[in-house]
């Protein structure tokens, strides 16, 4: 499952993998944009507006939206439970950066100060490694790209679900001291 980006989009400087990606996903914003989409499940203009704790400005997440849509790692479409909004969807190579985002937030949880509450979820999917990471992936590829998955008897949450439950958990704790 190889998707290639369309070089097009890029001001290609060299042919160098690292500057390539960075070239993609070089600006804080959009790893920002991608992890909300991929761990907050948020798919709408306003979700993502509203739902960023980093407070994004909308002139800046629209921008984000179409620079994210021309390299190819995000998809845009009518939503047909509603006229007037868009749904917008990872792309097979945004799902693909599960394991770099999972390496990325234990880099931070390590060498930054990160409260534990926001840092948990990158703790757990770290931790679970790769296997977990393929989960990941495949439930994304189901919310996203619309591919059935299948579903072990007794398998219990999905990776979403259990990352989630334990935000929430530590929230919770974090709150109540």
Request: charged share 25%.
């Amino acid at each position: 499952m190889s998707a290639k980006i369309d070089s097009a989009s890029l001001a290609v400087k060299s042919g160098c993998a690292i500057n390539l990606a960075t070239e993609v996903l070089g600006d804080r914003w959009s790893l920002v944009v991608l992890r909300d989409m991929m761990f907050g499940n948020f798919r709408h203009f306003r979700e993502l507006l509203s739902n960023n704790m980093e407070g994004i400005a909308s002139n800046i997440l629209a921008a984000r939206l179409k620079h994210l849509q021309e390299v190819g790692l995000i998809s845009c479409a009518q939503d047909p439970s509603h006229k007037q909004k868009l749904i917008y969807s990872l792309t097979e190579p945004a799902i693909q950066l599960v394991p770099v985002m999972a390496t990325l937030g234990e880099w931070g949880r390590r060498h930054l100060p990160v409260t534990h509450e926001l840092s948990i979820r990158a703790k757990l999917l770290f931790e679970g490694g790769p296997q977990m990471w393929e989960e990941f992936m495949e439930e994304l590829r189901e919310l996203h790209l619309g591919r059935r998955r299948v579903v072990r008897a007794g398998a219990g949450p999905g990776v979403l679900q259990r990352l989630n439950d334990a935000y929430l958990a530590a929230s919770k704790k974090s709150r109540s001291r």
